[in-house]
């Protein structure tokens, strides 16, 4: 070991090698410094989806206003702890923003005069009937650590899928960038992976250090970092001189190679400054590190709507259905609490129920009319932001992306108003697919939703187009769907918008607030630490029911 080698700390070298790979890299480098020791079964908490105590509800009269998966949830515990449950539902579509759409469903937002309805063609032996013809318009995905939905989705008999959240093919698109053509994300990691080792192994010591590495250890971890950013040994220095230089090529291919003849061409590397340039290395790079977006994540076969209707066809007491407890077409406008017994009222009134849990999005809750919000509570409601979000879907005429980009799931990034094309992870090679043609949410879906369905078409056709050159024509155009949350009846927008963090206050008055009156309990995704996911309705339920389940026990 040479003396003037850098001097580095552990954490400094973790933290910068998270910095460039995520928790990967910091694992590879702990493991090479040999600081990573045993590790120790998870433990198993209580049953995620245990059932109320056996006739504790008996007697007891409940409303559920919503037939979302949080009333849907509500409705079948209590139900199964004995209550005489009714679920109010102000639709005709049981599942609130869980919407899959097949051939020939309908829906319509508050402003349009006629519905849209989902239509598929055939294509090749593909009929528009076909089961993998579908388009999660609502929720799309479910990550590995949503354990109660996981749970209820083994108990209801609901199958999973793998759903591929990231695929090193997916394209990377900015029109200040590049031209505007896109880049496959593998390219874009594999380069600045480089570029960043490179420098970090040349970092100099710079004072001030809390703890140094022993010498050995920075041979194993310059080791790690030579191998982990390819870089090539030239005197006494590691440099990247591209993914291409050592070995078969990280980045990929621009030509393939085949025989013994065709040696195949890489892609160029890109600099330093053209992977920053690009802009996406502040989300999309890395977003699969996230804790809710792992490269793999899972999906109901057939459609999300599996997991409702999994629900739907639960058994309740009496030889019931939890569908059999929805009453389709009946939106509340009123709940009032009158000696100790509250009246819900909708097209007419249902008479005296014990308890209702209420599963509206927050500021709709507060514009019910009625003695059962408190001015506090109603300002409070009425203060959580819900962030718009919009989607867009098509039927490809083929699976181009497949075929032509050799993409297999996943997701393109654009910064294109229509922000993301999903690609289906299931039924590869099959004739034809189903795209999510655009995902876009807050200021871009604020303004995508203000454009007519036609236009939403238009402008998704382009920003396809910028990803898939001659786009229009390798979808069925004519047949497109739109949808946005915030315009669709009796919704607010896509979800509360991580009102924790955002608003943290509100969250706060909302999350200590007592049941209204002890007799209105809260649920729903925009009640949990989970807005936007399943995993935050489900909870929301178990709290409710749980909390009315000791309100009935303390009365006697």
């Known amino acids: 070991m040479t003396t003037d080698r850098p001097t580095i700390t552990r954490r400094q070298l973790l933290r910068g090698i998270g910095a460039i ?8 480098a702990m493991h090479a410094m040999g600081l990573l020791g045993g590790g120790r079964a998870l433990a198993r908490g209580p049953s995620t989806t245990q059932a109320l105590p056996a006739r504790s509800m008996t007697g007891k009269r409940v409303l559920v206003i919503g037939a979302g998966l949080a009333g849907l949830c509500a409705g079948m515990r209590l139900a199964r702890a004995g209550a005489d449950v009714e679920i109010l539902e102000a639709t005709n579509h049981v599942g609130g923003r869980s919407l899959t759409l097949r051939q020939g469903d309908s829906y319509s937002e508050w402003d349009w005069n006629t519905p849209t309805t989902m239509k598929f063609e055939q294509v090749g032996d593909v009929p528009p009937t076909d089961p993998d013809n579908y388009l999660n318009a609502g929720p799309g995905r479910i990550p590995q650590h949503h354990e109660r ?5 083994r108990e209801l008999g609901v199958k999973l899928q793998p759903y591929l959240f990231h695929d090193a093919a997916n394209l990377m698109q900015n029109d200040d960038w590049n031209g505007g053509k896109p880049v496959q994300l593998r390219r874009l990691k594999n380069d600045l992976r480089g570029h960043l080792s490179e420098m970090m192994a040349k970092v100099q010591n710079q004072g001030a250090l809390d703890k140094l590495v022993d010498p050995s250890e920075v041979d194993a971890f310059l080791g790690m970092l030579q191998h982990f950013g390819q870089l090539s040994a030239e005197g006494a220095e590691l440099v990247y001189r591209g993914s291409a230089t050592i070995g078969y090529p990280r980045a990929g291919y621009r030509v393939q190679p085949g025989d013994v003849k065709t040696p195949g061409r890489p892609w160029p590397t890109l600099s330093l400054d ?3 340039n690009s802009d996406f290395w502040n989300s999309e790079m890395f977003n699969n590190l996230e804790n809710f977006w792992q490269a793999t994540l899972m999906q109901p076969v057939d459609g999300m709507d599996m997991i409702v209707k999994g629900f739907q066809r639960a058994s309740v007491p009496g030889g019931k259905t939890v569908n059999d407890l929805v009453v389709p077409g009946e939106p509340v406008t009123r709940i009032d609490v009158v000696d100790d017994k509250v009246l819900v009222t909708g097209k007419r009134q249902r008479g005296h129920a014990d308890y209702v849990v209420a599963t509206l999005s927050a500021p709709l809750l507060a514009q019910l ?6 001015p506090t509570v109603k300002q409070v409601l009425s203060s959580v932001y819900v962030t718009p979000a919009c989607k867009v879907g098509w ?4 699976r181009f992306w497949e075929n032509e980009d050799r993409i297999y799931g996943g997701i393109s990034w654009t910064k294109d108003i229509i922000n993301q094309i999903w690609y289906p992870s299931y039924s590869f090679n099959s004739p034809t697919g189903v795209l999510t043609g655009a995902y876009n949410r807050t200021a871009d879906a604020a303004e995508f939703q203000k454009l007519s369905r036609s236009e939403r078409i238009e402008v998704a056709l382009a920003g396809g187009e910028k990803l898939h050159p001659g786009f229009r024509e390798k979808v069925f155009a004519e047949n497109g769907v739109t949808i946005a949350w915030a315009k ?6 896509g979800w509360a918008n991580d009102t924790f963090e955002t608003q943290p206050e509100v969250f706060t008055q909302m999350a200590d607030a007592d049941p209204i009156n002890r007799k209105v309990f809260m649920a729903g995704d925009w009640f949990s630490y989970w807005p936007g996911w399943q995993i935050g309705a489900l909870d929301s339920a178990h709290l409710a029911t749980d909390m009315m389940h ?3 026990a303390n009365r006697g």
């Open 550 to 552: 000791r309100e009935a």
């Open 488 to 493: 669709m009846p009796y919704q607010a927008g």
């Open 369 to 374: 009319e009625g003695n059962f919000l408190n």
């Open 149 to 153: 939905l996981i749970d209820y989705c």
């Open 21 to 28: 790979g995520g928790a990967g890299a910091v694992y590879t």
């Open 274 to 276: 053209d992977v920053l």
């Open 395 to 398: 039927q490809g005429r083929s």
